[in-house]
């Protein structure tokens, strides 16, 4: 029972993308095409109303639902890092229709074959975890 509000909210979040067409592979073809404004605005927004929620937990000082503080930890800044990461994140999202989020929302719309990049992004997942180590940070 305590993990209903969690698929709750996953439910709901799914039902949104989908009616927003945020899970379109179409769509996503459209932005990298730069053919439609369509995402560039999803985006953008998600932005503005992230940086407006974050400000309001800082000042609020607001808590999880389970009552434990909210905390920021300042990371250090690193150019190369997150144009890298930025690189091969688009390029994945390019090649396969969909970014993290919307590949378990794509298999919960009955498209199958996302499984396969599921798989796959498991096993990046994994293999950056066995070599984070060793990577410059």
Avoid at 51 to 56: E, G, L, R
Avoid at 69 to 78: G, T
Avoid at 120 to 135: D, E, N, P, Q, R
Wanted: glycine fraction near 12%; charge should be positive.
């Amino acid at each position: 029972m305590k993990l209903f509000k969690y698929i709750f909210i996953g439910i709901v979040f799914g039902i949104t993308l989908t009616k927003a067409e945020i899970i379109s592979w179409y769509r996503i073809y459209e932005m990298f095409r730069f053919q439609s404004f369509h995402m560039y605005g999803v985006i953008g927004t998600a932005i503005v109303l992230g940086i407006v929620f974050v400000q309001i937990v800082k000042r609020t000082k607001m808590k999880t639902i389970d009552g434990s503080p909210i905390l920021f930890q300042p990371k250090e800044r690193s150019t190369p890092r997150y144009l890298i990461g930025g690189i091969i994140f688009g390029l994945g999202w390019a090649m396969t229709g969909a970014c993290p989020g919307p590949m378990f929302i794509l298999l919960g719309n009955g498209i199958g074959v996302i499984l396969i990049v599921i798989i796959a992004a498991v096993i990046g997942t994994f293999t950056y975890g066995m070599v984070k180590h060793k990577l410059p940070h």
